[in-house]
């Protein structure tokens, strides 16, 4: 007999045992599914009755996930998961043995200071001390009195300009010295002048050149000596005054055929020397001295008051060694004047002199002309200055960028097929196979020269007593010559690559180079020390 406890336990049974297959059975389609699967079974255990389905959805309650009920989801793993790993490491592979090789190379490769290439020039030079003769015309006073100049000295005078006066009396140099303030008043006339010389010493400025100060400041000083003098000369002449005599005298002291030119205030007794009296005493011990008129001065009939430099044409004139005469005579010279760095160039001509003391020796006299810029060198009788000769234009490099490299010589009846984009030629080499057949491999040369019918090649690929063969493979030659040449080490592409030049000029640290011979053009980088640099070698700046 079977209780009610009993029988239900066996209808629970049975409802559970549907639930799972029920369960089984809708597990393969959804998850949904499942869960409504549960949901019905647990309202099958609360209840005796069973809820019909209704034709509408229930809605969706969310339900908090207990801890200890586990997800009946089931992951499936990314299936390239291990491709993109692989390629992560292939990359970090290749960045690692990059990294590693730069900093092998940079730790390898020997540090070279670099020189960049650059057009520029190179001369000789020689420094001597010259005498400067000039067309000069000596003008002397024609009365006694006091002397004032209305003229800057320098400046071009001018047939009618006024130059200088004698005051008999003393008058104007009473009125200059009780000057009233109306004197210092500067008209229209003057302000331009002073504006025009302030202008044209700040042009000109530079501050390498200090002493251009001092001559600044002493054509200041002239022209407001000029004015001062010219206010008082126009205010006597309007006051007529009694007993005073001022004696006026212009340019070439008004003779209609007189030369006008530059004026100049002083004198040295030197006016008047032939260029053939000139001879090495005059730069040796020769006691030079100049004689200056003061403004105000008092001068008697026959004193020096002024001369005049009527030609732009002047001479510049030194004693010179016999075998600088050769190499000069009949030359144009550039010459470089220590006094303001200013350059000119002039006709360089040898003469003959009379050794002083002696009558028979003969010492050579370089005399070199110009034809400009006299009125820069008025107050100059001796000046030092430069010469410059054999001038050389090319590429401009350090000594120390030039090495001597050895180079096997091929004459050019065994090379071949010459490139001369690549100057590189071709031999031929012979060759033994394993079965003892000879054969010939064409190999290429690198080619840093021709002359004379003969390359000039490295000896990286052949030696010294190899043979060589032509492109018919009988004719055959053995190294046996060598030659060196001059280069540098060119290294834009971070390798020390050797490149011929021919060396025009040189002095104590440049050297001019040939641009229509030499392989490196101007920006070049070379190493501005060729004796720590080998052929090849990777170098870094």
Same mark, same amino acid.
């Given at each position: 007999?079977?209780?009610?406890?009993?029988?239900?336990?066996?209808?629970?049974?049975? @409802?559970?045992?549907?639930?799972?297959?029920?369960?089984?059975?809708?597990?393969? #389609?959804?998850?949904?599914? @499942?869960?409504?699967?549960?949901?019905?079974?647990?309202?099958?255990?609360?209840?005796?009755?069973? %809820?019909?389905?209704?034709?509408?959805?229930? /809605?969706?309650?969310?339900?908090?996930?207990?801890?200890?009920?586990?997800?009946?989801?089931?992951?499936?793993?990314?299936?390239? *998961?291990?491709?993109? %790993?692989?390629?992560?490491?292939?990359?970090?592979?290749?960045?690692? !043995?990059? =990294?590693? #090789?730069?900093?092998?190379?940079?730790?390898?490769?020997?540090?070279?200071?670099?020189?960049? &290439?650059?057009?520029?020039?190179?001369?000789?030079?020689?420094?001597?001390?010259?005498?400067?003769?000039?067309?000069?015309?000596?003008?002397?006073?024609?009365?006694?009195?006091?002397?004032?100049?209305?003229?800057?000295?320098?400046?071009?005078?001018?047939?009618?300009?006024?130059?200088?006066?004698?005051?008999?009396?003393?008058?104007?140099?009473?009125?200059?010295?009780?000057?009233?303030?109306?004197?210092?008043?500067?008209?229209?006339?003057?302000?331009?002048?002073?504006?025009?010389?302030?202008?044209? #010493?700040?042009?000109?400025?530079?501050?390498?050149?200090?002493?251009?100060?001092?001559?600044? %400041?002493?054509?200041?000083?002239?022209?407001?000596?000029?004015?001062?003098?010219?206010?008082?000369?126009?205010?006597?002449?309007?006051?007529?005054?009694?007993?005073?005599?001022?004696?006026?005298?212009?340019?070439?002291?008004? =003779?209609?055929?007189?030369?006008?030119?530059?004026? &100049?205030?002083?004198?040295?007794?030197?006016?008047?020397? /032939?260029?053939?009296?000139?001879?090495?005493?005059?730069?040796?011990?020769?006691?030079?001295?100049?004689?200056?008129?003061?403004?105000?001065?008092?001068?008697?009939?026959?004193?020096?008051?002024?001369?005049?430099?009527?030609?732009?044409?002047?001479?510049?004139?030194?004693?010179?060694?016999?075998?600088?005469?050769?190499?000069?005579?009949? %030359?144009?010279?550039?010459?470089?004047?220590?006094?303001?760095?200013?350059? =000119?160039?002039?006709? !360089?001509?040898?003469? *003959?002199?009379?050794? /002083?003391?002696?009558?028979?020796?003969?010492?050579?006299?370089?005399?070199?002309?110009?034809?400009?810029?006299?009125?820069?060198?008025?107050?100059?009788?001796?000046?030092?200055?430069?010469?410059?000769?054999?001038?050389?234009?090319?590429?401009?490099? /350090?000594?120390?960028?030039?090495?001597?490299?050895?180079?096997?010589?091929?004459?050019?009846?065994?090379?071949?097929?010459?490139?001369?984009?690549?100057?590189?030629?071709?031999?031929?080499? *012979?060759?033994?196979?394993?079965?003892?057949?000879?054969?010939?491999?064409?190999?290429?040369?690198?080619?840093?020269?021709?002359?004379?019918?003969?390359?000039? !090649?490295?000896?990286?690929?052949?030696?010294?007593?190899?043979?060589?063969?032509?492109? *018919?493979?009988?004719?055959?030659?053995?190294?046996?010559?060598?030659?060196?040449?001059?280069?540098?080490?060119?290294?834009?592409?971070?390798?020390?690559?050797?490149?011929?030049?021919?060396?025009?000029?040189?002095?104590?640290?440049?050297?001019?180079?040939?641009?229509?011979?030499?392989?490196?053009?101007?920006?070049?980088?070379?190493?501005?020390?060729?004796?720590?640099?080998?052929?090849?070698?990777?170098?870094?700046?």
């Amino acid at each position: 007999m079977v209780s009610r406890f009993d029988f239900n336990n066996t209808e629970n049974n049975k @409802r559970k045992n549907g639930k799972r297959s029920t369960n089984e059975r809708t597990s393969r #389609f959804s998850a949904n599914n @499942r869960k409504s699967s549960e949901s019905n079974g647990k309202s099958e255990n609360t209840g005796s009755q069973v %809820k019909r389905k209704s034709r509408f959805p229930e /809605p969706v309650r969310k339900e908090t996930p207990s801890k200890e009920k586990k997800s009946n989801i089931t992951v499936f793993p990314l299936r390239n *998961d291990i491709s993109y %790993k692989i390629i992560l490491y292939i990359v970090l592979a290749v960045v690692f !043995v990059y =990294l590693f #090789f730069c900093v092998y190379k940079s730790m390898n490769a020997k540090k070279i200071s670099t020189y960049q &290439v650059k057009e520029g020039a190179l001369s000789e030079q020689n420094s001597y001390t010259g005498m400067i003769l000039r067309d000069e015309t000596v003008f002397y006073a024609k009365s006694s009195g006091y002397y004032n100049f209305y003229l800057k000295e320098g400046e071009k005078a001018s047939y009618n300009d006024l130059v200088y006066t004698i005051d008999g009396t003393g008058k104007i140099k009473d009125m200059m010295t009780n000057q009233t303030e109306e004197a210092s008043t500067l008209s229209s006339d003057d302000l331009v002048e002073i504006k025009s010389e302030i202008v044209k #010493f700040s042009k000109d400025y530079e501050k390498d050149s200090f002493i251009d100060v001092y001559d600044f %400041k002493d054509d200041l000083d002239s022209v407001s000596l000029k004015m001062s003098n010219l206010y008082i000369l126009n205010k006597i002449s309007s006051m007529s005054l009694n007993g005073t005599n001022v004696n006026k005298y212009y340019c070439g002291d008004g =003779l209609e055929n007189a030369k006008t030119g530059y004026v &100049v205030y002083y004198y040295d007794e030197l006016e008047d020397l /032939p260029l053939e009296e000139v001879n090495s005493s005059y730069f040796k011990d020769y006691d030079y001295e100049r004689h200056m008129i003061a403004n105000n001065e008092m001068v008697t009939e026959g004193d020096f008051v002024y001369k005049l430099v009527t030609s732009n044409t002047w001479q510049l004139v030194f004693p010179i060694s016999e075998e600088k005469a050769k190499e000069f005579d009949g %030359k144009d010279m550039k010459v470089k004047f220590s006094k303001n760095q200013e350059s =000119l160039k002039g006709k !360089v001509k040898i003469i *003959d002199a009379i050794a /002083p003391g002696k009558n028979t020796s003969v010492e050579k006299i370089c005399v070199v002309t110009f034809n400009t810029s006299v009125a820069d060198y008025l107050n100059n009788r001796f000046i030092d200055f430069e010469i410059y000769t054999n001038e050389n234009n090319g590429y401009k490099i /350090p000594k120390s960028s030039v090495v001597e490299k050895e180079f096997l010589l091929v004459p050019d009846t065994i090379a071949f097929d010459f490139n001369e984009t690549t100057n590189t030629v071709c031999v031929k080499l *012979d060759k033994y196979l394993e079965d003892g057949t000879k054969t010939f491999v064409t190999t290429e040369l690198n080619v840093y020269r021709t002359d004379g019918g003969e390359y000039y !090649v490295d000896g990286n690929v052949v030696k010294l007593g190899n043979t060589v063969y032509a492109a *018919d493979e009988t004719t055959s030659y053995t190294l046996n010559k060598t030659a060196t040449l001059l280069g540098v080490y060119k290294i834009n592409q971070g390798y020390a690559d050797f490149k011929n030049i021919k060396k025009l000029y040189e002095n104590e640290e440049y050297i001019i180079v040939d641009p229509a011979y030499t392989m490196i053009k101007p920006y070049d980088y070379i190493a501005l020390d060729a004796s720590k640099v080998n052929d090849n070698e990777y170098i870094y700046e």
